[in-house]
């Protein structure tokens, strides 16, 4: 049973427009959320987070809001861009500031940005 | 300062045979954790540890098994190797509580023949 859906595996856009990658999660116990980027043959590389307390976080280019009624969240990029093609993956867990050992990821989503 | 590194980048061993990986996470970070990412299963935790304990775990079999040296260096063994556990092993290192996202390193690519 998959705690943290990515539904779309695959995102293409345009150079300069906005991307938005979605996540669903099933357990409300998840307070602490994460992206991270990935290229292939390389380890993920941490993008953003949110706590269940806020709903929004921006840095830069990245913003990710949080619906927590909906157990939904989503990352924007601004405006979207070549480099930017890579693996997406959500992640989520428990104990934000306690035991943050446990990950869960979702199963990525392949962001293509055209030029 | 430098990021997580993973040694060794590649390996091939046989079915049987057993396997250490090691990881060496960013000065001053004292949280270790193991994921293993396969096509099928994507990424998975595996465990974790802070300041030498194992503070939490996966559900993978007992032949998975890590530790934590005083360090902050942490290695994982996979006894009894079987075709199935060929991946890509990642290990991620974090500051510890309150701040607590990962970073992860470069990863182990193992096959098992």
């Known amino acids: 049973d998959q705690q943290v859906k990515q539904n779309s595996p695959s995102l293409s856009v345009q150079e300069g427009r906005i991307s938005i990658l979605n996540c669903d999660y099933t357990n409300s116990m998840f307070d602490y959320f994460l992206w991270y980027k990935k290229y292939p043959a390389e380890g993920p590389t941490f993008l953003i987070s949110i706590s269940s307390i806020k709903d929004k976080n921006e840095d830069g280019r990245f913003t990710v809001f949080l619906n927590k009624s909906a157990k939904h969240l989503s990352l924007h990029i601004v405006p979207s861009q070549p480099g930017d093609s890579a693996v997406y993956f959500c992640?989520?867990?428990?104990?934000?500031?306690?035991?943050?050992?446990?990950?869960?990821f979702g199963k990525g989503t392949k962001l293509s940005v055209k030029p | 300062k430098a990021g997580v590194t993973q040694t060794p980048r590649y390996l091939i061993k046989t079915r049987g045979q057993q396997v250490t990986l090691s990881c060496s996470p960013i000065?001053?970070?004292?949280?270790v954790s193991w994921y293993q990412q396969t096509p099928g299963q994507g990424l998975q935790f595996l465990f974790e540890y802070f300041s030498e304990t194992q503070r939490n775990k996966g559900n993978f079999p007992g032949r998975f098994s890590g530790r934590q040296f005083s360090n902050s260096r942490s290695e994982m063994n996979v006894s009894t190797l079987e075709l199935g556990d060929s991946a890509l092993y990642l290990c991620?290192?974090?500051?510890?509580?309150?701040?607590?996202?990962?970073?992860f390193g470069p990863g182990t690519r193992l096959t098992v023949l």
């Open positions: 992640a989520a867990s428990s104990n934000y500031g306690g035991s943050q050992g446990n990950l869960i």
């Open positions: 000065s001053g970070h004292r949280s």
């Open positions: 991620a290192s974090s500051p510890g509580p309150p701040t607590d996202t990962q970073y």
